[in-house]
């Protein structure tokens, strides 16, 4: 599957595979027929002062950020999912969820929302006026009630595999689904701080199998995967890997150079990713032993053999006196 895919080209073809347009994306969507993509899924800048944005007036921030969902309604095929990822815009202190703001521009568009997807993580900035941001979320929207859906390759393992049916005409026989259960709308994915091993120069990457996850239950092989906000290219990396199109933009020069090095390493089969399904890293289970405060280690373990001895030689002597 992965052979036929050779090049990353510049703009929109539709009978090309990978697509990373240098540039906003805005002028990529306007080359983009109507109802092309069967996912967009995308992070766009949050308006917080990131290197890649100029922060603005959240009514202005909104505007803009509308103009580009407009266009990707429109290329989004019938049975399409958009999947807007968002955190909060902070002001003075004030958080202020970027979701609640957006809701209303997708839904005016006559888009219907499916989930709101938290997604939990445990790395991020230490607040002391506040509880520290540890989830951000995916919006889920879809263009019609007929929409693609698949729920098999992204199951879960159950918690309780032999759990059986104890009454009714299925007594005695496995209740759960042998494929594994649905994951929820609760997802807890490690986000891509210095450890991880997808970590680039890029400041706010997706994990890729955050993505794997949405690309596998919403489209089909051959399907186009867009993210107008591409930045270092983990959208189409997840779609790529499972055999499906993936096309994106992205403005600043050296994110568009760092997106193809990961595409073209994804198609050679040596880009290094934190794979699905892996559980997350747990200090104490790993035996990590910065888990154990200094400070609370029990004093050194007292010889109990040369205490043995020290008595016997004791008694001994007490007795030879005697
Ligand atoms: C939050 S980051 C997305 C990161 C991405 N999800 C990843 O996994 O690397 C947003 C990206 O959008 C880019 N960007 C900002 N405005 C843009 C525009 N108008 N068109 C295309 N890209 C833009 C920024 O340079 C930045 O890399």
């Known amino acids: 599957m992965f052979e036929k895919v050779q090049n990353i080209v510049d703009n929109f073809d539709p009978n090309e595979r990978v697509v990373v347009f240098p540039g906003d994306c805005l002028d990529l969507l306007r080359n983009c027929p109507d109802e092309t993509f069967g996912l967009i ?60 703001m957006l809701y209303p521009v997708f839904t005016k568009l006559g888009l219907r929302m499916r989930n709101r997807i938290i997604w939990h993580f445990e790395h991020g900035l230490h607040c002391s006026k506040r509880f520290s941001g540890r989830y951000e979320t995916i919006m889920w929207f879809t263009k019609s009630e007929k929409y693609f859906f698949n729920l098999d390759p992204v199951r879960i393992p159950q918690k309780y595999p032999g759990k059986k049916h104890f009454k009714g005409p ?62 270092s290219g983990t959208t189409v990396i997840a779609a790529v890997r499972h055999g499906r199109r993936g096309a994106g933009a992205e403005v600043v020069p050296k994110y568009v150079s760092l997106a193809e090095e ?61």
């Open 170 to 231: 299925k007594a005695g026989e496995y209740s759960c689904n042998p494929l594994g259960k649905n994951p929820g709308d609760l997802w807890i994915i490690p986000n891509v701080k210095s450890n991880h091993v997808e970590k680039t120069e890029h400041p706010c990457q997706f994990p890729v199998e955050l993505i794997e996850r949405l690309v596998l239950s919403m489209t089909k092989p051959e399907d186009w995967v867009f993210d107008p906000f591409l930045g």
């Open 262 to 322: 990961r595409i073209a390493a994804e198609l050679a089969g040596t880009l290094r990713t934190r794979p699905m399904h892996k559980p997350v890293y747990d200090p104490i289970k790993a035996g990590n032993s910065l888990t154990i405060a200094p400070w609370k280690r029990p004093p050194k373990a007292v010889d109990v053999t040369q205490t043995m001895l020290l008595e016997k030689k004791n008694k001994r002597e007490r007795y030879a006196a005697q």
């Open 41 to 100: 899924v995308t992070s766009p800048p949050y308006n917080i002062g990131k290197e890649y944005e100029k922060r603005l007036k959240l009514d202005k921030y909104i505007a803009q950020q509308a103009e580009v969902i407009q266009e990707c309604v429109r290329c989004l095929s019938q049975r399409g999912s958009i999947c807007w990822q968002v955190g909060n815009y902070v002001d003075g202190g004030t958080i202020i969820p970027l979701d609640t």
